[in-house]
């Protein structure tokens, strides 16, 4: 990262896109004047009322500066994609929240959607990574560098990553596991971001400098 620059990693928004719209206005005025990046964490999509229109801003956000905006995949990306090739993954997806998703598309099912969309969402990677900190959906396990940890795990763990405190030689950004108190968790070595913006939380970003460590304040919008 270019010195003076921020980070603002961006928690699960699960179809809020009201909530997104706020706080990327929110993330416009607090770095006005700074060089900026943007870290979406994964979970556009499913449970919320508009999961075509978050999907739609991530996405030209990141063709508009693909320098400056990492999109990653997260689970609930991942329950939408298996539901196209796997036998009795589309009911998986649908008691997740994936009805909600294809009612925003006005769509009958995962194979009704846009396929540009999917394509979009295929070629998401799991795991972005800069000089100061990990960042991923949900997590590594334990013992395991990050680059070779398994796609998987980046996506779906909780335990026994979330247990105690494990040095991954940078700080690691998350989302994935909600937290019903609508706070962000701060612990030595990780950050979980999902505040639960789908249950009536807020949605959250983090916002880092370009040295190592947790992050230097957050951003929050409510509905």
Same mark, same amino acid.
């Given at each position: 990262?270019?010195?003076?620059?921020?980070?603002?990693?961006?928690?699960?928004?699960?179809?809020?896109?009201?909530?997104?719209?706020?706080?990327?206005? *929110?993330?416009?005025?607090?770095?006005?004047?700074?060089?900026?990046?943007?870290?979406?964490?994964?979970?556009?999509?499913?449970?919320? !009322?508009?999961?075509?229109?978050?999907?739609?801003?991530?996405?030209?956000?990141?063709?508009?500066?693909?320098?400056?905006? %990492?999109?990653?995949? /997260?689970? $609930?990306? @991942?329950?939408? #994609?298996?539901?196209?090739?796997?036998?009795?993954?589309?009911? $998986?997806?649908?008691?997740?929240? /994936?009805?909600?998703?294809?009612?925003?598309?006005?769509?009958?099912?995962?194979?009704?959607?846009?396929?540009?969309?999917?394509?979009?969402?295929?070629?998401?990677?799991?795991?972005?990574?800069?000089?100061? *900190?990990?960042?991923?959906?949900?997590?590594?396990?334990?013992?395991?560098?990050?680059?070779?940890?398994?796609?998987?795990?980046?996506?779906?763990?909780?335990?026994?990553?979330?247990?105690?405190?494990?040095?991954? /030689?940078?700080?690691?950004?998350?989302?994935? %596991?909600? *937290?019903?108190? /609508?706070?962000?968790?701060? @612990?030595?070595?990780?950050?979980? #971001?999902?505040?639960?913006?789908?249950?009536?939380? !807020? #949605?959250?970003?983090?916002?880092?400098?370009?040295?190592?460590?947790?992050?230097?304040?957050?951003?929050?919008?409510?509905?």
């Amino acid at each position: 990262m270019e010195p003076g620059t921020l980070t603002y990693a961006v928690g699960d928004i699960h179809g809020r896109a009201d909530l997104l719209d706020a706080l990327l206005e *929110r993330i416009a005025a607090h770095a006005a004047g700074r060089d900026r990046r943007l870290v979406f964490l994964g979970d556009y999509i499913d449970r919320g !009322p508009d999961s075509a229109a978050v999907l739609r801003t991530v996405s030209r956000l990141a063709w508009a500066e693909p320098e400056r905006v %990492t999109c990653l995949m /997260g689970n $609930h990306e @991942r329950m939408l #994609l298996d539901a196209l090739v796997r036998d009795g993954a589309a009911g $998986h997806w649908l008691i997740n929240g /994936g009805e909600a998703t294809l009612a925003a598309f006005g769509a009958r099912d995962a194979a009704g959607l846009p396929r540009d969309t999917l394509d979009w969402i295929e070629a998401l990677p799991t795991l972005h990574g800069d000089a100061a *900190r990990w960042y991923v959906h949900a997590g590594f396990r334990p013992g395991v560098a990050p680059p070779d940890s398994e796609p998987h795990d980046r996506l779906w763990i909780r335990e026994p990553f979330l247990d105690g405190d494990h040095d991954f /030689g940078r700080h690691v950004v998350h989302g994935h %596991t909600p *937290r019903q108190d /609508g706070r962000p968790e701060v @612990r030595r070595f990780r950050t979980n #971001l999902d505040t639960g913006a789908v249950y009536g939380g !807020p #949605l959250t970003a983090g916002v880092f400098s370009d040295a190592r460590g947790p992050a230097l304040d957050f951003l929050q919008v409510r509905g």
